[in-house]
């Protein structure tokens, strides 16, 4: 029975290729309408499905929870 046992594997090993060439189109897709959305500056955002670029910036400081050192920012 050698033979039903590499039928078996091949089997499984075709249903897995087709499971991950399937999960890899539908974020294709995904990476595909990010790509040709306008690039908007973030005080410009529009309602939506939007792609934006900036620096975000806050009044609140914020501190490390373990030895509470407060962050800077990056310039």
């Known amino acids: 029975m050698p033979q039903c046992d590499t039928l078996a594997a091949g089997a499984l090993l075709i249903t897995l290729g087709l499971f991950l060439f399937y999960r890899s189109a539908g974020e294709r897709h ?16 529009q309602e939506g499905l939007v792609c934006a670029t900036g620096r975000a910036v806050s009044s609140v400081s914020v501190h490390g929870s373990v030895l509470g050192i407060p962050f800077r920012s990056r310039n």
């Open 30 to 45: 995904k990476a595909r309408l990010l790509s040709t959305l306008p690039l908007s500056p973030c005080g410009g955002v």
